[in-house]
């Protein structure tokens, strides 16, 4: 054998996740609103909001919604529970 033995690896560089997934979704374009887009406003305490729900009536309020059938669509078996699990999926 004349040539020298060399590592059949090539360590030119590695890829990046552009070269795996080129058409990959650009989400930087999610953080170009400014704060004054806002509706709430900068005031706004999500943490405050929250903990003024009443949770008890929002339970009983979409276990009515989700049982009410509507004759224009009616609801499988009664309910709408796997309808909206069949939309959100």
Wanted: net charge negative; hydrophobic share 35%; with cysteine.
């Amino acid at each position: 054998m004349e040539s020298e033995s060399k590592c059949p690896v090539s360590h030119s560089g590695g890829t990046t996740n552009r070269d795996w997934w080129p058409d990959e979704v650009n989400l930087k374009v999610l953080q170009q609103n400014s704060p004054a887009a806002d509706p709430m406003g900068e005031e706004f305490n999500y943490d405050d909001a929250f903990s003024s729900l009443d949770l008890n009536a929002l339970k009983a309020d979409l276990a009515a919604l989700m049982t009410d059938s509507q004759d224009w669509w009616p609801a499988d078996y009664g309910h709408y529970g796997p309808l909206f699990i069949r939309m959100a999926w």
